[in-house]
Nanobody, 116 residues
Framework: QVQLVESGGGLVQPGGSLRLSCAVS????????MGWYRQAPGKQRELVAA???????NYADSVKGRFTISRDNFKNTVYLQMNSLKPEDTAVYYC??????????WGKGTLVTVSS
C-alpha cells in the first residue's frame, strides 16, 4: 500500500526556517515527480514546488529564492527546505507523488504556522 508521511511542520517565527520531509512507501520511487503543495484556510490547494525524476525543479513565484525542494532516491524521501518564512506561508503542506492519472498519491499533510 502506498504511503506518504510528512513531517517537520510546526510553529516558527517570521524569518525563521523549517525543513519538511516526506517519507514515501512506494515501488519505483525514482520515476515519480514529487511535489509539495499547500492549502491555507479558505484558499485552494496550490503547488509550492516540484522535482521531476530527472531532478528538474520548479517553484511557485511566491517561494522562489526562499524554498528548496530536493529528493533522496535511496531513502525514498523528498524534502522542502523553507527559509525566510513569512506569515503568508502558514498552511497545511502536502506531499504528492505523481506518475500518471492512476498513479497519483497524497500524504495527509503537516501544519506550518508562521507567527510571532
Amino acid at each position: 500500500q502506498v504511503q506518504l508521511v510528512e513531517s517537520g511542520g510546526g510553529l516558527v517565527q517570521p524569518g525563521g526556517s523549517l525543513r519538511l520531509s516526506c517519507a514515501v512507501s512506494i515501488s519505483a520511487f525514482s520515476i515519480y515527480t514529487m511535489g509539495w503543495y499547500r492549502q491555507a484556510p479558505g484558499k485552494q490547494r496550490e503547488l509550492v514546488a516540484a522535482i521531476t525524476s530527472g531532478g528538474s525543479t520548479n517553484y511557485a513565484d511566491s517561494v522562489k529564492g526562499r524554498f528548496t525542494i530536493s529528493r533522496d532516491n535511496f531513502k525514498n524521501t523528498v524534502y522542502l527546505q523553507m527559509n525566510s518564512l513569512k506569515p503568508e506561508d502558514t498552511a497545511v503542506y502536502y506531499c504528492n507523488a505523481d506518475f500518471s492519472t492512476y498513479r497519483n498519491y497524497w500524504g495527509k499533510g503537516t501544519l506550518v504556522t508562521v507567527s510571532s
